[in-house]
């Protein structure tokens, strides 16, 4: 009788152990068992994820990531349905997703940027005149800039401008609409390409192709600059009608400066997000603070801009 009841109390135990764990276990895991954070989404945080995990890992025995990309648009819906531990996300959670329990934690900063080939036959007059947001949003959201000469002011050119843009649920999309004067990323026109990479090798392919790229995939980390065959072209965002040395974001730290000083304005400047489905609690919780810690010593040197001490500040008042 006494073994009878030790079986169906361990086959109880073993029950409630399967029923506890979420799809990612690292919501529940005891200290001391090897876990597995569980994240998708945003590409433009896909990079920094990777070497937050790293750094974590190497302090943090038994701890193991699965992370993989898919945009934003994946990132809350994933963690939404509980196949994710958290959602990486690129832009600001709507209404609708907050009421579903998304619960987002600001962990850097990026920005989107305007992206055209080296080798376009009119690559000098594109550096020498620039563009301006007004003109792009008649490449990408009315139609009605067609041809190189129509973007450039001379009607002699009739190149045609291939356009680009992107076909998953993307922030980076989103952002760079509403910069250029739209609303959302179902506003922008084009050939959809899936995922930052494909964007870039897109354009890269296409000497008339014009896209948008995160921060982190248009500026080689290694070299500091454009990456090779591309082409971040002046935006006179200032709308003076003249492109000034700031408006000129040929390296990487240019670009950072840009956006720390807010002459690159927001948006497609943005914060992006680590979102959990309801607060976080658990290891999930400890992984967040560390990062908003801890882990922001590895933010400028894996090419990020930084958040202010106060914002960061505030997210951890958030949490806990």
Not at 36 to 43: D, M
Not at 146 to 161: K, Y
């Amino acid at each position: 009788m006494k073994q009878t009841s030790l079986r169906l109390l361990l086959l109880l135990a073993l029950v409630l152990a399967a029923c506890a764990a979420p799809a990612g276990d690292a919501g529940s895991a005891a200290a001391g068992e090897e876990i597995t954070y569980a994240l998708s989404g945003a590409f433009a945080l896909y990079p920094m994820m990777v070497r937050f995990a790293e750094e974590y890992q190497a302090t943090h025995p038994g701890v193991n990531f699965d992370i993989t990309g898919g945009g934003a648009g994946k990132g809350v819906s994933d963690v939404l349905a509980g196949a994710t531990d958290l959602g990486m996300v690129s832009r600001e959670l709507n209404e609708d997703e907050i009421a579903q329990g998304a619960f987002p934690v600001a962990v850097t900063r990026d920005a989107v940027f305007f992206v055209v080939n080296a080798q376009n036959p009119h690559i000098e007059l594109i550096l020498e005149k620039g563009v301006t947001t007004e003109g792009l949003g008649k490449v990408w959201l009315t139609g009605e800039y067609t041809t190189w000469g129509d973007l450039l002011g001379d009607p002699s050119i009739t190149d045609e401008i291939h356009v680009y843009t992107r076909s998953d649920s993307a922030g980076a999309a989103e952002m760079f609409s509403k910069f250029i004067g739209g609303n959302a990323q179902e506003d922008l026109q084009g050939i959809g390409v899936d995922a930052d990479p494909g964007l870039l090798q897109a354009v890269l392919n296409d000497p008339l192709g014009v896209g948008y790229n995160n921060l982190g995939y248009i500026y080689s980390l290694a070299t500091g600059v454009v990456v090779e065959g591309a082409v971040v072209p002046p935006i006179d965002i200032n709308t003076n009608g003249v492109i000034e040395e700031h408006e000129y974001l040929e390296t990487r730290s240019e670009a950072i400066e840009a956006i720390l000083s807010g002459d690159y304005p927001s948006p497609p400047a943005r914060l992006l997000y680590l979102v959990s489905k309801g607060k976080p609690e658990g290891a999930v919780l400890d992984l967040l603070l560390w990062i908003l810690q801890d882990g922001q010593a590895f933010v400028a040197e894996a090419g990020y801009v930084p958040m202010t001490e106060a914002e960061l500040q505030s997210e951890i008042d958030n949490l806990r």
